[in-house]
């Protein structure tokens, strides 16, 4: 059965450090790994998906990586800014059909 | 349309009743999901639909839970003889094919239960 994990559960720093968020989960056998960013009382938003077959992602200051083998992901955050507070969800699939998910980061530029 | 529609998006209905929740995924996607979320928490896995049907409900919490997808395209949630446990957000998901392809999610329809 697949298990997601984020570490840390929260997360408070000021703005414009770098920072990096961890997604590891028990069932290395994934298609991809996707991460999601959700505001608070909204759904969910696609920052980045991953396919088994590759590394790394990247979209403007994000970076995603993927080691399937050790069941790890990470998602970099450069230059932090307030607008990046949200919480962070990683996602895997599990078995034929699921998305299972992890419980997030809540994350929070200090201005 | 352009992205996942979910509706309504505020729901309020007294416990006993019922309630339909609607889902209009991405036109053209086969792949259809839907997840519950409660405050502080990943959002959890109920149904998945390829195409019309219902390839895995093993997530629905029981049998007051019900879900359909007629058409291949909109589904509704249905929940019969609503509970204040049931208060979540329900959350709505399409991908062009299951797993392997980007999944995208509405904004959800928050339902309370009173």
């Known amino acids: 059965k697949q298990e997601v994990t984020q570490i840390p559960a929260a997360l408070s720093v000021p703005e414009g450090e770098n920072l990096v968020l961890n997604c590891s989960f028990t069932?290395?056998?994934?298609?991809?790994l996707q991460w999601f960013r959700q505001d608070p009382g909204k759904g969910l938003t696609s920052l980045l998906l991953i396919q088994s077959s590759q590394r790394e992602q990247t979209s403007g200051r994000l970076n995603a990586s993927l080691d399937k083998s050790s069941g790890r992901s990470t998602l970099y955050i450069a230059a932090s800014q307030p607008g990046d507070s949200a919480t962070y969800l990683c996602?895997?699939?599990?078995?034929?059909?699921?998305?299972?998910f992890g419980k997030g980061t809540r994350l929070h530029i200090l201005p | 349309g352009a992205g996942v529609s979910q509706t309504p998006s505020n729901k309020v209905t007294e416990k006993g009743k019922y309630v339909e929740l609607r889902c209009d995924p991405i036109?053209?996607?086969?792949?259809l999901y839907w997840y519950r979320q409660s405050l502080g928490q990943g959002p959890e896995f109920l149904i998945y639909f390829q195409g019309t049907g219902a390839a895995d409900d093993s997530g629905l919490p029981n049998d007051r839970f019900f879900a359909v997808r007629p058409e291949g395209s909109v589904s509704t949630l249905k929940i019969q003889r609503t509970e204040r446990g049931d208060s979540a957000v329900y959350l709505c998901?399409?991908?062009?094919?299951?797993?392997?392809?980007?999944?995208?999610f509405g904004q959800g329809t928050r339902l309370t239960v009173v």
């Open positions: 036109s053209g996607h086969t792949a």
């Open positions: 998901a399409s991908s062009l094919y299951p797993l392997n392809t980007e999944a995208f």
């Open positions: 069932d290395s056998a994934i298609y991809n």
């Open positions: 996602a895997v699939p599990s078995g034929d059909d699921k998305i299972i």
